[in-house]
Protein backbone atom coordinates (compact mmCIF):
# COMPACT_ATOMS: atom_id res chain seq x y z
CA UNK A 1 0.00 0.00 0.00
CA UNK A 2 1.31 3.58 -0.96
CA UNK A 3 0.67 6.21 1.51
CA UNK A 4 1.38 9.68 -0.01
CA UNK A 5 3.94 11.23 2.42
CA UNK A 6 2.79 14.76 3.58
CA UNK A 7 4.40 17.57 2.08
CA UNK A 8 7.05 19.27 4.89
CA UNK A 9 8.12 23.29 4.47
CA UNK A 10 11.68 22.08 2.60
CA UNK A 11 9.72 20.13 -0.41
CA UNK A 12 7.20 23.08 -0.42
CA UNK A 13 9.82 25.46 -0.98
CA UNK A 14 11.23 23.49 -3.70
CA UNK A 15 8.22 22.85 -5.51
CA UNK A 16 7.43 26.65 -5.71
CA UNK A 17 11.23 27.65 -6.51
CA UNK A 18 11.00 29.79 -3.24
CA UNK A 19 13.08 29.74 -0.04
CA UNK A 20 11.99 28.02 3.17
CA UNK A 21 11.99 32.02 4.86
CA UNK A 22 9.70 32.73 2.04
CA UNK A 23 7.08 30.01 2.79
CA UNK A 24 7.64 30.63 6.42
CA UNK A 25 6.76 33.79 6.18
CA UNK A 26 3.23 33.64 3.97
CA UNK A 27 2.27 31.92 7.66
CA UNK A 28 4.08 34.03 10.02
CA UNK A 29 4.79 37.72 8.80
CA UNK A 30 2.07 37.89 5.54
CA UNK A 31 3.54 41.53 5.70
CA UNK A 32 6.63 40.50 3.79
CA UNK A 33 5.42 39.01 0.86
CA UNK A 34 3.27 40.36 -1.92
CA UNK A 35 -0.91 39.26 -2.25
CA UNK A 36 -0.01 37.50 -5.23
CA UNK A 37 3.43 35.45 -3.78
CA UNK A 38 1.27 34.97 -0.49
CA UNK A 39 -1.47 32.90 -2.55
CA UNK A 40 0.77 31.09 -4.77
CA UNK A 41 2.34 29.65 -1.48
CA UNK A 42 -0.51 29.06 0.31
CA UNK A 43 -2.60 27.30 -2.94
CA UNK A 44 0.31 25.09 -3.40
CA UNK A 45 0.22 24.23 -0.02
CA UNK A 46 -3.31 23.10 -0.42
CA UNK A 47 -2.74 21.16 -3.38
CA UNK A 48 0.18 19.30 -1.76
CA UNK A 49 -1.43 18.66 1.73
CA UNK A 50 1.09 20.96 3.65
CA UNK A 51 -0.51 21.74 6.99
CA UNK A 52 1.59 24.43 7.95
CA UNK A 53 4.61 25.13 10.35
CA UNK A 54 3.90 23.33 13.71
CA UNK A 55 2.52 25.51 16.84
CA UNK A 56 4.39 23.50 19.07
CA UNK A 57 7.97 23.93 16.93
CA UNK A 58 7.33 27.26 16.50
CA UNK A 59 6.31 28.61 19.83
CA UNK A 60 9.41 26.21 21.29
CA UNK A 61 11.54 28.54 18.96
CA UNK A 62 10.07 32.04 19.54
CA UNK A 63 9.18 31.28 23.47
CA UNK A 64 5.92 32.21 22.76
CA UNK A 65 2.38 30.54 23.26
CA UNK A 66 0.38 33.19 21.67
CA UNK A 67 -2.31 32.82 23.83
CA UNK A 68 -3.58 34.47 27.07
CA UNK A 69 -4.91 32.63 30.05
CA UNK A 70 -7.86 33.70 31.88
CA UNK A 71 -7.93 32.24 35.67
CA UNK A 72 -11.69 31.64 36.70
CA UNK A 73 -12.53 30.64 40.29
CA UNK A 74 -15.23 28.73 39.13
CA UNK A 75 -16.03 25.74 36.98
CA UNK A 76 -15.42 26.17 33.42
CA UNK A 77 -19.42 27.14 32.49
CA UNK A 78 -19.35 29.35 34.81
CA UNK A 79 -18.28 31.72 32.07
CA UNK A 80 -20.68 31.52 29.90
CA UNK A 81 -23.36 31.19 32.22
CA UNK A 82 -23.09 34.17 34.43
CA UNK A 83 -23.95 37.37 33.06
CA UNK A 84 -21.12 39.67 34.42
CA UNK A 85 -18.83 37.28 33.42
CA UNK A 86 -20.46 36.96 29.82
CA UNK A 87 -19.55 40.50 29.46
CA UNK A 88 -15.77 40.42 31.09
CA UNK A 89 -14.90 37.33 28.90
CA UNK A 90 -15.95 39.40 25.80
CA UNK A 91 -14.28 42.48 26.56
CA UNK A 92 -10.71 40.37 27.08
CA UNK A 93 -11.18 38.05 23.68
CA UNK A 94 -12.17 41.83 21.78
CA UNK A 95 -8.50 43.05 23.56
CA UNK A 96 -7.11 39.67 22.34
CA UNK A 97 -8.88 39.85 18.54
CA UNK A 98 -7.11 43.18 18.75
CA UNK A 99 -3.38 41.78 19.25
CA UNK A 100 -3.93 38.87 17.45
CA UNK A 101 -3.81 36.70 20.47
CA UNK A 102 -5.64 33.75 21.51
CA UNK A 103 -7.41 32.92 24.92
CA UNK A 104 -7.38 29.90 26.91
CA UNK A 105 -9.74 29.50 29.79
CA UNK A 106 -8.72 28.33 33.02
CA UNK A 107 -10.95 27.40 35.61
CA UNK A 108 -10.57 27.24 39.59
CA UNK A 109 -13.23 25.37 41.04
CA UNK A 110 -12.74 26.57 44.42
CA UNK A 111 -13.40 23.58 46.36
CA UNK A 112 -10.51 21.78 44.42
CA UNK A 113 -6.72 21.94 45.56
CA UNK A 114 -5.47 20.81 42.32
CA UNK A 115 -3.74 23.41 40.27
CA UNK A 116 -2.27 21.17 37.44
CA UNK A 117 -4.31 23.26 34.76
CA UNK A 118 -2.56 26.30 35.40
CA UNK A 119 1.31 24.48 35.23
CA UNK A 120 0.24 22.90 32.12
CA UNK A 121 -1.20 26.18 30.48
CA UNK A 122 0.63 27.17 27.35
CA UNK A 123 -0.08 30.99 27.53
CA UNK A 124 2.23 33.90 27.88
CA UNK A 125 0.51 35.28 30.36
CA UNK A 126 -2.30 35.56 32.98
CA UNK A 127 -5.48 37.40 33.84
CA UNK A 128 -6.97 36.67 36.81
CA UNK A 129 -10.47 37.06 37.05
CA UNK A 130 -11.72 37.88 40.72
CA UNK A 131 -9.98 34.99 43.12
CA UNK A 132 -9.66 35.09 46.56
CA UNK A 133 -6.15 35.59 47.80
CA UNK A 134 -5.94 32.65 49.33
CA UNK A 135 -6.61 30.46 46.25
CA UNK A 136 -4.10 27.79 45.30
CA UNK A 137 -4.59 28.28 41.49
CA UNK A 138 -3.29 32.05 42.14
CA UNK A 139 -0.34 31.21 43.50
CA UNK A 140 0.26 28.59 40.93
CA UNK A 141 -0.13 31.74 38.62
CA UNK A 142 2.34 33.62 40.52
CA UNK A 143 4.69 30.59 40.68
CA UNK A 144 5.17 30.89 36.79
CA UNK A 145 7.82 33.24 35.06
CA UNK A 146 4.93 35.23 33.26
CA UNK A 147 3.23 38.55 33.65
CA UNK A 148 -0.65 38.40 35.00
CA UNK A 149 -3.11 41.24 35.85
CA UNK A 150 -5.87 40.96 38.15
CA UNK A 151 -9.38 41.93 37.83
CA UNK A 152 -11.19 43.13 40.91
CA UNK A 153 -9.22 40.76 43.78
CA UNK A 154 -7.05 40.66 45.35
CA UNK A 155 -4.74 42.97 45.36
CA UNK A 156 -1.32 41.90 44.82
CA UNK A 157 1.92 44.26 44.73
CA UNK A 158 3.85 44.57 41.88
CA UNK A 159 0.79 43.39 39.73
CA UNK A 160 -1.86 45.14 37.10
CA UNK A 161 -5.22 45.33 38.10
CA UNK A 162 -8.02 46.96 36.33
CA UNK A 163 -11.27 47.33 38.90
CA UNK A 164 -13.81 49.62 40.30
CA UNK A 165 -14.26 51.83 43.69
CA UNK A 166 -16.55 49.03 45.27
CA UNK A 167 -16.65 50.85 48.78
CA UNK A 168 -17.80 54.22 46.98
CA UNK A 169 -20.00 52.44 45.07
CA UNK A 170 -22.01 50.66 47.49
CA UNK A 171 -21.72 53.11 49.61
CA UNK A 172 -23.67 55.22 47.00
CA UNK A 173 -26.57 52.68 46.98
CA UNK A 174 -26.67 52.42 50.84
CA UNK A 175 -26.75 56.54 50.96
CA UNK A 176 -29.61 56.38 48.31
CA UNK A 177 -31.56 53.27 50.33
CA UNK A 178 -31.43 55.50 54.01
CA UNK A 179 -32.21 58.76 51.84
CA UNK A 180 -35.77 57.45 50.98
CA UNK A 181 -36.34 56.77 54.81
CA UNK A 182 -35.35 52.53 55.21
CA UNK A 183 -33.79 51.15 58.20
CA UNK A 184 -34.25 47.89 58.84
CA UNK A 185 -31.80 46.56 55.72
CA UNK A 186 -31.28 43.14 55.44
CA UNK A 187 -27.90 41.94 52.88
CA UNK A 188 -27.73 38.84 50.79
CA UNK A 189 -24.02 38.45 49.94
CA UNK A 190 -22.02 36.38 47.53
CA UNK A 191 -19.41 33.63 49.28
CA UNK A 192 -16.50 34.93 51.15
CA UNK A 193 -14.23 32.34 51.58
CA UNK A 194 -13.12 29.33 50.09
CA UNK A 195 -15.28 27.58 53.02
CA UNK A 196 -18.85 26.81 51.80
CA UNK A 197 -21.63 28.39 53.83
CA UNK A 198 -25.26 28.92 52.91
CA UNK A 199 -26.61 30.93 55.75
CA UNK A 200 -26.18 33.49 57.96
CA UNK A 201 -22.59 35.37 57.61
CA UNK A 202 -20.95 36.81 61.34
CA UNK A 203 -19.20 39.58 61.94
CA UNK A 204 -16.05 37.56 62.15
CA UNK A 205 -16.53 35.97 58.75
CA UNK A 206 -17.15 39.17 56.93
CA UNK A 207 -13.48 40.65 58.38
CA UNK A 208 -12.15 37.26 57.52
CA UNK A 209 -13.23 37.35 53.99
CA UNK A 210 -10.54 36.16 51.30
CA UNK A 211 -12.68 37.15 48.81
CA UNK A 212 -11.96 40.68 48.96
CA UNK A 213 -14.77 42.63 46.51
CA UNK A 214 -17.31 41.32 49.00
CA UNK A 215 -15.48 42.12 52.13
CA UNK A 216 -15.31 46.00 50.92
CA UNK A 217 -18.76 46.21 50.07
CA UNK A 218 -20.03 44.88 53.36
CA UNK A 219 -17.12 47.02 55.23
CA UNK A 220 -18.17 49.78 53.48
CA UNK A 221 -22.70 49.48 54.45
CA UNK A 222 -21.34 49.20 57.49
CA UNK A 223 -19.79 52.61 57.78
CA UNK A 224 -22.92 53.99 56.03
CA UNK A 225 -25.14 52.42 58.68
CA UNK A 226 -23.48 53.21 61.22
CA UNK A 227 -22.79 56.58 60.45
CA UNK A 228 -26.81 56.98 61.21
CA UNK A 229 -26.71 55.40 64.17
CA UNK A 230 -27.77 51.82 62.75
CA UNK A 231 -25.17 48.66 64.50
CA UNK A 232 -23.98 46.92 61.56
CA UNK A 233 -23.76 43.77 64.44
CA UNK A 234 -27.93 43.61 64.04
CA UNK A 235 -27.97 43.87 60.35
CA UNK A 236 -28.49 40.60 59.02
CA UNK A 237 -26.89 39.24 56.27
CA UNK A 238 -26.95 35.80 54.76
CA UNK A 239 -24.49 34.56 52.30
CA UNK A 240 -24.84 31.94 49.77
CA UNK A 241 -21.56 29.87 48.37
CA UNK A 242 -23.15 29.54 44.41
CA UNK A 243 -23.87 32.50 42.79
CA UNK A 244 -27.51 32.06 40.56
CA UNK A 245 -31.03 33.04 40.76
CA UNK A 246 -31.97 30.30 42.97
CA UNK A 247 -29.39 30.95 45.46
CA UNK A 248 -30.79 35.05 45.77
CA UNK A 249 -34.39 32.69 46.32
CA UNK A 250 -33.20 30.65 48.93
CA UNK A 251 -31.40 33.70 50.38
CA UNK A 252 -34.18 36.04 50.50
CA UNK A 253 -37.09 33.06 51.38
CA UNK A 254 -34.11 32.82 54.82
CA UNK A 255 -33.86 36.61 55.30
CA UNK A 256 -37.41 37.28 55.62
CA UNK A 257 -37.83 34.20 57.64
CA UNK A 258 -35.72 35.16 60.41
CA UNK A 259 -36.46 39.01 59.52
CA UNK A 260 -39.86 39.62 58.86
CA UNK A 261 -39.56 43.39 59.70
CA UNK A 262 -36.93 44.46 57.11
CA UNK A 263 -38.55 47.13 54.89
CA UNK A 264 -34.93 46.33 52.11
CA UNK A 265 -32.75 43.98 50.79
CA UNK A 266 -29.36 44.72 49.29
CA UNK A 267 -27.36 42.25 47.05
CA UNK A 268 -23.80 42.40 46.17
CA UNK A 269 -25.15 41.13 43.11
CA UNK A 270 -28.12 41.21 40.23
CA UNK A 271 -27.97 37.64 40.11
CA UNK A 272 -29.24 37.51 43.61
CA UNK A 273 -31.20 40.40 44.08
CA UNK A 274 -33.11 38.95 40.50
CA UNK A 275 -33.96 35.63 43.02
CA UNK A 276 -34.78 37.75 45.97
CA UNK A 277 -37.73 39.55 43.51
CA UNK A 278 -39.01 36.27 42.73
CA UNK A 279 -38.95 35.13 46.45
CA UNK A 280 -40.38 37.78 47.40
CA UNK A 281 -43.18 37.89 45.05
CA UNK A 282 -43.63 34.20 45.44
CA UNK A 283 -44.85 35.24 49.27
CA UNK A 284 -47.53 38.05 47.88
CA UNK A 285 -45.49 41.00 49.27
CA UNK A 286 -44.92 43.53 46.41
CA UNK A 287 -42.06 45.17 45.19
CA UNK A 288 -41.36 48.04 46.29
CA UNK A 289 -44.33 49.00 48.30
CA UNK A 290 -44.12 46.46 50.80
CA UNK A 291 -40.37 45.55 50.14
CA UNK A 292 -37.18 47.37 48.32
CA UNK A 293 -34.65 45.54 46.42
CA UNK A 294 -31.24 46.25 44.78
CA UNK A 295 -28.68 44.61 43.23
CA UNK A 296 -25.34 45.51 42.07
CA UNK A 297 -23.54 45.16 38.42
CA UNK A 298 -26.12 46.56 35.92
CA UNK A 299 -26.65 43.15 33.79
CA UNK A 300 -29.24 43.02 30.65
CA UNK A 301 -31.98 41.27 32.68
CA UNK A 302 -31.34 43.56 35.81
CA UNK A 303 -32.53 46.73 33.66
CA UNK A 304 -35.23 44.52 31.90
CA UNK A 305 -37.65 44.63 34.81
CA UNK A 306 -36.34 47.97 36.49
CA UNK A 307 -33.95 46.76 39.03
CA UNK A 308 -32.53 49.65 41.22
CA UNK A 309 -28.29 48.47 41.02
CA UNK A 310 -25.15 49.58 40.57
CA UNK A 311 -23.89 49.58 36.99
CA UNK A 312 -20.30 48.87 36.46
CA UNK A 313 -18.55 48.55 32.70
CA UNK A 314 -17.80 44.81 32.68
CA UNK A 315 -16.88 44.52 29.32
CA UNK A 316 -14.54 47.63 29.76
CA UNK A 317 -13.11 45.66 32.69
CA UNK A 318 -12.41 43.01 30.01
CA UNK A 319 -10.34 44.95 27.40
CA UNK A 320 -8.78 46.97 30.32
CA UNK A 321 -7.11 44.19 31.77
CA UNK A 322 -6.15 42.47 28.37
CA UNK A 323 -4.60 45.38 27.50
CA UNK A 324 -2.72 46.16 30.34
CA UNK A 325 -1.43 42.15 29.65
CA UNK A 326 -0.57 42.11 26.22
CA UNK A 327 0.58 45.67 26.39
CA UNK A 328 3.98 45.19 28.58
CA UNK A 329 4.50 48.05 31.12
CA UNK A 330 7.73 49.47 33.01
CA UNK A 331 9.26 46.40 34.77
CA UNK A 332 8.48 47.11 38.96
CA UNK A 333 5.71 49.80 38.01
CA UNK A 334 2.54 48.57 38.36
CA UNK A 335 -0.23 49.62 36.77
CA UNK A 336 -3.77 50.08 37.78
CA UNK A 337 -7.35 51.19 35.37
CA UNK A 338 -9.80 52.37 37.82
CA UNK A 339 -13.31 51.97 36.09
CA UNK A 340 -16.38 54.30 37.20
CA UNK A 341 -19.85 52.68 38.45
CA UNK A 342 -22.99 54.65 37.74
CA UNK A 343 -26.01 54.56 40.53
CA UNK A 344 -29.43 52.81 38.10
CA UNK A 345 -32.26 54.51 40.29
CA UNK A 346 -35.00 52.08 39.05
CA UNK A 347 -38.61 50.84 40.11
CA UNK A 348 -37.48 48.15 42.65
CA UNK A 349 -36.76 50.98 45.42
CA UNK A 350 -39.04 53.27 47.76
CA UNK A 351 -39.59 54.84 51.00
CA UNK A 352 -41.19 52.40 53.13
CA UNK A 353 -44.39 51.96 54.55
CA UNK A 354 -45.17 51.32 58.07
CA UNK A 355 -45.84 47.87 59.15
CA UNK A 356 -49.52 48.70 59.50
CA UNK A 357 -49.73 49.60 56.11
CA UNK A 358 -47.63 47.11 54.91
CA UNK A 359 -49.46 44.13 56.25
CA UNK A 360 -52.82 45.64 55.94
CA UNK A 361 -53.01 48.21 52.96
CA UNK A 362 -53.29 51.55 53.29
Known amino acids: MNVRRPATLASLAAELGVS ?31 PGPDPVARSLRT ?11 ENLSYAFRDPAAVGFLEGLALACEDAGSGLLLIPANPEREDVASVHRAGVDGFVVYSVPDDD ?18 PSIENLDRVGIDDSRAIKTMAEHLIGLGHRKIGVLCMRLARARNDGPAS ?18 LAEAFEAIGIDWEQVPVVERFDHTIASGESAAGQLLESNPEITAIMCTSDILALGALNETRNRGRRVPEDLSITGFDGITEAERVGLTTVRQPMLEKGRAAGRLLLDAGEPGRPREVRLDTQLV ?10 VEERWFGP
Open 136 to 153: PHLAAVLERPVPAVVCDQ
Open 345 to 354: TGSTAASPRS
Open 203 to 220: VQRQENASFHVQKKRLTA
Open 20 to 50: RTTVSNAYNRPDQLSPELRKRVLDTARRLGY
Open 63 to 73: RKAGAVGLLLT
